[in-house]
């Protein structure tokens, strides 16, 4: 089966850092993504590991424990911009992704 | 990175009626995907779009409901037949480029659908 969990939703503080975890039981595994959706808006693509570790992109880090089923995204010097919600999806063999619920954020003043 | 353009962006339907979505890519993609997401809710697979064959549709969607086109590798279309209150979701188009194996996914604008 596919289970992918994410907290609901989150509030943090502008300037601060925010960890976003994500734990999935998937049939397959093809790299996990985080994507970005504002709010009436598509969602747009932030990070993708395929392999155990850290990624990190400017603002944004990524980490996948694929031992564990477990993921985080790492948001440093939070921005009002960055009130959106997070998706975590995982890339199947088919091609496809199955995605998470989604955490919304808020990122208060 | 692929441009999709999705049409309409909204429309307000009268239950039992149809609607057609559109999904143009600006480059030749294999990978076209259809989701639904549902008010709060994530994103739900609907069916994949293959060009030249029939779509292949996720548990829980069915043809009859949500026939989908594919005519070449640059487009395809969506119709949500007869439908209730409850299809009322956006729905977006996504595509995958060739090449390698894991690559992001990009995604239309959506199409925000309300059925009365």
Redesign the interface.
């Known amino acids: 089966g596919q289970n992918i969990d994410q907290p609901t939703e989150m509030t943090a503080t502008e300037g601060a850092i925010v960890q976003i975890n994500c734990t999935y039981q998937t049939s397959g595994f093809?790299?996990l993504?985080w994507y970005q959706q504002h709010a009436?808006?598509?969602?747009?693509?932030l990070s993708?590991n395929?392999l155990d570790g850290l990624e990190e992109k400017g603002r944004f880090s990524s980490f996948l424990s694929r031992s564990k089923g477990y993921s985080y995204l790492l948001l440093k010097e939070l921005q009002m911009k960055d009130s959106a919600s997070y998706?975590c999806?995982v890339?199947d063999y088919?091609?496809?992704?199955?995605?998470?619920?989604?955490t919304r954020l808020s990122v208060l003043p | 990175s692929a441009v999709i353009s999705q049409k309409p962006s909204r429309d307000i339907c009268q239950r039992g009626t149809s609607l057609t979505i559109q999904c143009q890519v600006d480059s030749q993609v294999t990978m076209m995907f259809w989701y639904r997401q549902q008010p709060g809710q994530s994103l739900t697979l609907i069916a994949t779009a293959n060009q030249g064959s029939e779509a292949t549709y996720e548990s829980g969607f069915v043809i009859d409901k949500f026939p989908i086109s594919r005519p070449n590798l640059t487009f395809s279309t969506l119709t949500v037949s007869n439908m209730s209150p409850e299809d009322s979701s956006i729905y977006l188009c996504s595509v995958k480029e060739d090449g390698a194996m894991n690559t992001e996914a990009f995604f239309g604008q959506g199409t925000r659908l309300t059925v009365v």
């Open positions: 093809n790299g993504f009436g808006e598509a969602p747009t693509f993708y395929v998706l999806a890339g088919g091609q496809n992704f199955v995605f998470g619920p989604g």
